[in-house]
C-alpha cells in the first residue's frame, strides 16, 4: 500500500526528468480476454486525455468497452479535484457502485486520476469504501496492468499513489475518442501554487515533453487526417523551461503551426508566462485559432494576492490590450471566482469592472470551492452562502450580456467551421468556428464529419450561434 502525502508533492525541488518508453509485457496482452470496462471520466482535458490512454491499456490486456456500468466486469473512475462538485459525483457514483458489488462481488472497483492524489481521499475510500480494490493516482498510469493483476489476484484492496511524479513515460497507447480532434499533452504538472489550487498536488510540479516527441506525435496526427490539435497543459506557456534555454511555447507552436496541421488550439494559459513571441506566433500563422483562454480570477488586487496569482489587475489588462490589438479578431474567454475567502462588496465591485471592461467571449464562473490541503483553506471565510450565490448570478448576468453582444457582431458575416456531428435537437450540423463559437448549421449538400466549411451566420443566439453553408 502506497498513501499520497501532499507535502511531499508540493515540496520545493529540483529534479531531472528522464524519460521512458512504456511496453506491454507479451502475456498482458489480451490477457483479460473476455472482460468487459466501464470507464467514467470527470474533469478536464487534460483528464479525458489520460482516459484515451486507459481505454488503450484496457484493450491491449483484452477488455471491451461496456457503455452499461450494471454489465461491466471492471468498474473504473477517472476522476477530478479541481471543485468539490466534482469530488461528490464521483463518490455518488461510487455509491451506485457498492449495490452492484453487493450483487456481484466478483467485478473489480477503481479509483484513479487527481482525487486519488488527495489522502484525505484515500482514508475516507479505505474507511468507508472498502468494496474498491483498486486505487492509482496520476503519475503512474502505465502502470495499470500490474495494478490491475494484483487487485484481481487478492480480491483486496490495492492502493499505490505515487507522492512525486515519476519520469516522463512516451509511447503509451491512445485511442482516441474523436476521429478528427486530437488532444497532444506538452507539459505536466504546474508551479504556481496558487492558495486555492489543488492541481500543483495531484498533478505534481511542471515537467515538459521533449520537443521531437511532441512533433512526432503531431506528425502522426497529420498523416493520420486529423484536422485540429488541442495542445495541453495545465500551464502551457511554461513549456520548456525545465528543458531548454532558448526553446519555450512560443517556439513550439510555431514548429506545430509549420506541421501542416489545419487547426491548433491551445489551453491553459497563465496570464504571468503569456509572452510577446505567444502573440507574434499566433497572428503570424492563420492555423493557428485566435482563441485565447486567460484566466483571470479575480479584478481585485488584494484578492489575487491572497490567491497567489502573481499579477496585478493593471498587468493582467495590459496583456489583454496586447492581445486584443495583436491578433486580428481574437476572442478571449477567461476564469472567474466569487466568494474567495476575504473578498468584500469592494473587491467584487473591481471583478465587476474588469468585466465590463474586457466584455470576454466567454466566461466559467464560480462560487470559490474549498479544497483540502491547499493554503486558502486555512483562510477563514465569513461570506454567508447567499451572498456569494447573488455575486455568482450578478457576474452571470453581466457576462451572459457580452457573449450575446459578441455574438451580435457576427451576425451575417462568414466564419469557418469544423463539421463535427448532427445536433439531436435541431436536426442541424454542429461544429466550432475559428473563434471557439458553437455553430449549428444546415447545408444544401450532405457533408462529410471533418470538413471545415464555411458557414453564414443567420441568427444569433448567448451560447450559440445558427446558420447555413454558403
Not at 466534482?86 to 473489480?108: D, T
Not at 461570506?383 to 459578441?406: A, C, G, K, S
Request: glycine content about 6%; proline content about 3%; aromatic content about 10%.
Amino acid at each position: 500500500m502506497l498513501l499520497p502525502d501532499q507535502r511531499e508533492e508540493g515540496s520545493v525541488y529540483k529534479k531531472i526528468y528522464k524519460t521512458r518508453d512504456f511496453k506491454l509485457k507479451d502475456d498482458d496482452i489480451n490477457r483479460y480476454s473476455g472482460k468487459t470496462f466501464f470507464l467514467k471520466t470527470y474533469g478536464c482535458q487534460m483528464n479525458e486525455r489520460d482516459s484515451e490512454t486507459l481505454v488503450a491499456i484496457l484493450e491491449s490486456l483484452g477488455f471491451s468497452e461496456e457503455k452499461d456500468y450494471t454489465k461491466a466486469d471492471l468498474l473504473l473512475l477517472n476522476t477530478c479535484s479541481i471543485r468539490e462538485n466534482a469530488h461528490n459525483k464521483a463518490f455518488g457514483m461510487l455509491g451506485r457502485f457498492k449495490h452492484l458489488k453487493e450483487k456481484r462481488p466478483e467485478i473489480i472497483v477503481g479509483l484513479c486520476g487527481c482525487m486519488a492524489q488527495e489522502l484525505n481521499v484515500c482514508e475516507e475510500i479505505m474507511k468507508n469504501y472498502k468494496f474498491v480494490n483498486l486505487i492509482f493516482g496520476t503519475h503512474n498510469i502505465d502502470r495499470l496492468p500490474e495494478l490491475l493483476d494484483e487487485a484481481v489476484a487478492k480480491n483486496s484492496q490495492q492502493i499505490e499513489v505515487l507522492s512525486r511524479e515519476e519520469d516522463l513515460v512516451e509511447g503509451m497507447p491512445v485511442i482516441r475518442s474523436n476521429k478528427y480532434k486530437a488532444y497532444v499533452n506538452i507539459i505536466y504538472g504546474c508551479d504556481k501554487f496558487c492558495t486555492y489550487c489543488i492541481v500543483p498536488y495531484t498533478r505534481g510540479r511542471e515537467r515538459s515533453r521533449k520537443k521531437e516527441d511532441i512533433l512526432k506525435e503531431v506528425k502522426s496526427l497529420v498523416d493520420d487526417g486529423y484536422k485540429e490539435i488541442t495542445v495541453l497543459g495545465q500551464n502551457v506557456n511554461a513549456y520548456g523551461k525545465d528543458l531548454y534555454d532558448d526553446y519555450h511555447f512560443g517556439e513550439l507552436l510555431e514548429d506545430i503551426a509549420k506541421s501542416g496541421i489545419p487547426r491548433v488550439r491551445f489551453m491553459t494559459s497563465h496570464p504571468w508566462d503569456f509572452t510577446d513571441k505567444m502573440i507574434e506566433v499566433i497572428s503570424k500563422y492563420p492555423n493557428i485559432m485566435p482563441s485565447i483562454h486567460l484566466p483571470v480570477q479575480s479584478g481585485s488586487n488584494r484578492i489575487l494576492k491572497l490567491m497567489g496569482r502573481r499579477y496585478t489587475k493593471e498587468s493582467y489588462l495590459e496583456l489583454f490590450d496586447k492581445i486584443k490589438n495583436n491578433i486580428p479578431g481574437v476572442s478571449v474567454s477567461t476564469d472567474i471566482i466569487v466568494g474567495f475567502p476575504g473578498e468584500e462588496e469592494e473587491d467584487f465591485l473591481e471583478t465587476m469592472d474588469l468585466v465590463n471592461y474586457c466584455k470576454f467571449d466567454n466566461a466559467f464562473t464560480f462560487i470559490y470551492s474549498e479544497r483540502v490541503g491547499t493554503p486558502a483553506c486555512k483562510l477563514k471565510n465569513n461570506i454567508p452562502m447567499e451572498v456569494r450565490e447573488d455575486r455568482l448570478q450578478r457576474l452571470n448576468e453581466v457576462v451572459n450580456n457580452y457573449f450575446l453582444e459578441n455574438n451580435n457582431k457576427l451576425l451575417n458575416t462568414e466564419l469557418p467551421v469544423l463539421v463535427e456531428g448532427i445536433s439531436d435537437k435541431k436536426n442541424m450540423y454542429y461544429g466550432y468556428s475559428d473563434t471557439n463559437k458553437l455553430i449549428n448549421f444546415t447545408s444544401d449538400n450532405e457533408l462529410n464529419l471533418g470538413d471545415i466549411v464555411n458557414v453564414v451566420i443567420t441568427e444569433v443566439h448567448t451560447w450559440s450561434l445558427d446558420g447555413r453553408v454558403k
